[in-house]
């Protein structure tokens, strides 16, 4: 399975964007990257997901890199209720997985 | 929509017994998904299945696991005999399966405790 990663922990303050890296070097042609995140003790939920050209959708953006072996999630204004840990994942549409990697901890300061 | 639907929330039981897990999926969605999620091991997928067959089991951890989806709206997890090292939250996920594209859709958990 080809694999993501995140760094741990990122720190933001309130009302300021947040760039959340994901490297993927072994990306297949086929994989989509999709973007999960878990709030506190709730279950994970979408954010945003894309194959080759940049995403927009109310919650966040999606900048892919030409080559697609790396991925930025865009969070244009942080807010406190964005804490959460941010999953970076490719997606097999022949799995039909989703493997969760370890995430990063995303932590906005008010 | 009432999302995916999980009971019970938590669950506290001792070594030995027998634990059932339920899910409701979103009307409508034909795939789900069983996950478990541990400090240790992070958030695994146990066993999925599609339109109520299941596809891939691989990542059910042993024997006294098993999973059943008798209808579309309905699944559940069991353990028999349940051991401490189950202790885990357990998530369920449905979609509407069938593209790579698809958006998976998690239930609040049930957090599970054995003694």
């Known amino acids: 399975d080809a694999k993501t990663t995140q760094p741990n922990s990122m720190e933001s303050n309130e009302e300021e964007p947040v760039h959340l890296p994901c490297n993927h070097s072994?990306?297949?042609?086929?994989?989509?990257i999709h973007w999960y995140r878990q709030l506190p003790s709730q279950g994970p939920e979408y954010v945003i997901h894309?194959?080759?050209s940049n995403v927009n959708n109310r919650m966040a953006s999606l900048a892919i890199a030409e080559d697609r072996k790396s991925s930025t999630l865009i969070l244009h204004r942080a807010t406190l209720r964005d804490a959460a840990v941010y999953y970076c994942?490719?997606?097999?549409?022949?799995?039909?997985?989703?493997?969760f990697g370890s995430g990063t901890q995303l932590t906005v300061l008010p | 929509d009432a999302g995916v639907i999980q009971s019970p929330r938590h669950e506290v039981t001792e070594m030995g017994q027998e634990v059932t897990l339920r899910c409701k999926p979103i009307s409508g969605h034909n795939s789900l998904f069983w996950y478990r999620q541990t400090m240790m091991r992070g958030l695994e997928l146990l066993i999925y299945?599609?339109?109520?067959?299941?596809?891939?089991d691989s990542g059910m951890p042993e024997d006294r696991f098993s999973a059943k989806m008798p209808n579309a709206s309905f699944s559940t997890l069991k353990i028999q005999p349940s051991e401490p090292r189950d202790s885990a939250v357990y998530f369920c996920?449905?979609?509407?399966?069938?593209?790579?594209?698809?958006?998976?859709?998690f239930g609040p958990g049930t957090r599970l405790t054995v003694l």
């Open positions: 894309g194959l080759t």
């Open positions: 299945f599609n339109n109520n067959v299941p596809i891939d």
């Open positions: 072994t990306i297949s042609g086929t994989d989509y």
């Open positions: 996920a449905s979609s509407l399966g069938g593209v790579s594209t698809d958006t998976q859709y």
């Open positions: 994942i490719l997606f097999s549409g022949s799995a039909r997985q989703l493997t």
